[in-house]
T-cell receptor, first 116, second 113 residues
């Protein structure tokens, strides 16, 4: 029973490039959440998605960041024109159908994004 | 909106000694409280949660935490640590009507023989 799968585990980009982070939720889970962990800080909520719908993007930066969770395939967090300040660990969590509860969220191992 | 403060960023401790990790929160509404553990290069694993009822909560791996409403604290304890408890520990809070978790900055526990 695979957990939440995130890839890549590590991603290096140069300033101005695009970063695409992927998250496959656990089997039977239809809710996906993205969190960002900046250096020396705790995780901060970015966005909550269900299949083909963005439910809450109140934590997403207004520019350059977007997220999707298509009908088929993983959820994607996309960062355009990356800057040094985007260097962080990005965690995805998923929860079962009908359970958008904080303790029902299962976390992946994260993607460590480094911007050169 | 809530905030979470973990008072210690680093806690070194000897094997078999007790450990306490401090967490204070602020919120204008009723909250749920959580402790998570993060081993190197891994995701977060839920240690324990407080939703209601008894203020002393027992979790996995021998950890427990006590909710103190008057002091707005939720400190984590273990009476005797193992080398394998070396990890980063995060305190988190959520509004009772919300799915968003707000995390503290974390406490790194290093257990030495």
């Amino acid at each position: 029973n695979a957990g939440v799968m995130q890839n890549p585990r590590h991603l290096v980009r140069r300033r101005g490039q695009e970063a695409r982070l992927r998250c496959s939720p656990m089997k039977g889970h239809s809710h996906v959440y993205w969190y960002r962990q900046l250096p020396e800080e705790g995780l901060k909520f970015m966005v909550y998605l269900q299949k083909e719908n963005i439910i809450d993007e109140s934590g997403m930066p207004k520019e350059r960041f977007s997220a999707e969770f298509p009908k088929e395939g993983p959820s994607i967090l996309r960062i355009q024109q990356v800057v040094r300040g985007d260097s962080a660990a990005y965690f995805c969590a998923s929860s079962p159908i009908g359970q958008s509860l904080p303790w029902a969220q299962h976390f992946g191992d994260g993607t460590r994004l480094s911007i050169l | 909106a809530q905030s979470v403060t973990q008072l210690d960023s680093q806690v070194p401790v000897f094997e078999e000694a007790p450990v306490e990790l401090r967490c204070n929160y602020s919120s204008s509404v009723s909250v749920y409280l959580f402790w998570y553990v993060q081993y190197p290069n891994q995701g977060l694993q839920l240690l324990l949660k407080y939703l209601s009822g008894s203020t002393l909560v027992k979790g996995i791996n021998g950890f427990e935490a006590e909710f103190n409403k008057s002091q707005t604290s939720f400190h984590l304890r273990k009476p005797s640590v193992h080398i394998s408890d070396t990890a980063e520990y995060f305190c988190a809070v959520s509004d009772q009507n919300d799915y968003k978790l707000s995390f503290g900055a974390g406490t790194t526990v290093t257990v030495r023989a």
